[in-house]
């Protein structure tokens, strides 16, 4: 009998290239909660304990932020992108 097991991006994300276009595909959907989710596991595949140490948030309260639905603030969201090494870009 085949034992099925959970998919963990997160265990994929092992390059900043591959974060990098991770996220881009997420923003060119342009939903906000799979964004959240997008950033949350790419935190964890750097790894929380370190995202935390970084940005002076809570381990605990970093993945209640990136949960789906969750409404986190604008300004916890950047702290996060910047100790990701994320840069945002606007173009036309």
Do not use: C, H
């Amino acid at each position: 009998m085949s034992k099925l097991t959970t998919f963990d991006i997160s265990e994929y994300l092992d390059s900043k290239e591959m974060m990098a276009e991770y996220i881009s595909q997420v923003l060119q959907e342009g939903d906000m909660d799979e964004l959240l989710v997008a950033i949350g596991n790419i935190a964890k595949a750097k790894g929380m304990n370190q995202i935390a140490q970084e940005t002076g948030l809570g381990r605990e309260s970093l993945y209640k932020t990136f949960a789906p639905g969750a409404k986190p603030r604008f300004e916890t969201v950047i702290k996060v992108l910047n100790s990701l090494g994320v840069k945002l870009q606007a173009s036309v």
